[in-house]
T-cell receptor, first 111, second 113 residues
Framework: DAKTTQPPSMDCAEGRAANLPCNHS???????VYWYRQIHSQGPQYIIH???NNETNEMASLIITEDRKSSTLILPHATLRDTAVYYC????????????FGGGTRLMVKP | DSGVTQTPKHLITATGQRVTLRCSPR?????VYWYQQSLDQGLQFLIQ???????AKGNILERFSAQQFPDLHSELNLSSLELGDSALYFC????????????FGPGTRLTVT
């Protein structure tokens, strides 16, 4: 699976959009980009995933660049409850479905 | 609430002992995954089962084993426990596999003393 690079930490003001970047320059054509988050020591929570088109759901938007080498997760109106570690994961579904978690980005939403 | 349940929530045991962690997947999900989260190693994939059969294996120690039963619940058995096995153990499930998202349970916190 392609390796991902994320900033270790970010801050965001409550009510503002949080834009979390992820680099995955070695991604291959059949690999999906997934985003999960982990709030404190709870189980990781699925947020969104995509292959090449931008995706949006009730939680977030995922913007994938045309060359697919990077992506951005957007939380449109961050709240204090969005404080968590966010993981960007690239997965080749043909090689099993295991998620390989890196260090993630620790997002702190501040009042 | 993800719909995935894990028992027990907490487990404290001594070195050399054996424990069993249990996971019930979401209704209708055929795949179950086990992950370990320790302070020094982060979140690591251990093993995946799909409809009762082992599908993928990660960094799972030989002292650890798992199985998925006909009712699709899964158990992770940890034996000859060492201090370094102290960690959070998460179970996740997904509908089939492929690009299906995984839903995680609340975890079992294992402390080996």
């Amino acid at each position: 699976d392609a390796k991902t690079t994320q900033p270790p930490s970010m801050d965001c003001a409550e009510g503002r959009a949080a834009n979390l970047p992820c680099n995955h320059s070695t991604i291959s054509g059949n690999e999906y980009v997934y985003w999960y988050r982990q709030i404190h020591s709870q189980g990781p929570q699925y947020i969104i995933h995509g292959l090449k088109n931008n995706e949006t759901n009730e939680m977030a938007s995922l913007i994938i660049t045309e060359d697919r080498k990077s992506s951005t997760l957007i939380l449109p109106h961050a709240t204090l409850r969005d404080t968590a570690v966010y993981y960007c994961i690239v997965m080749n579904n043909n090689a099993g479905n295991m998620l390989t978690f890196g260090g993630g980005t620790r997002l702190m939403v501040k009042p | 609430d993800s719909g995935v349940t894990q028992t027990p929530k907490h487990l404290i045991t001594a070195t050399g002992q054996r424990v069993t962690l249990r996971c019930s997947p979401r209704s209708g999900d055929l795949s179950v995954y086990w992950y370990q989260q320790s302070l020094d190693q982060g979140l690591q994939f251990l093993i995946q089962y799909y409809n009762g059969e082992e599908r993928a294996k990660g960094n799972i120690l030989e002292r650890f084993s798992a199985q998925q039963f006909p009712d699709l619940h899964s158990e992770l058995n940890l034996s000859s426990l060492e201090l370094g096995d102290s960690a959070l153990y998460f179970c996740a499930s997904s509908r089939e596999g492929g690009s299906d998202e995984q839903y995680f349970g609340p975890g079992t916190r294992l402390t080996v003393t």
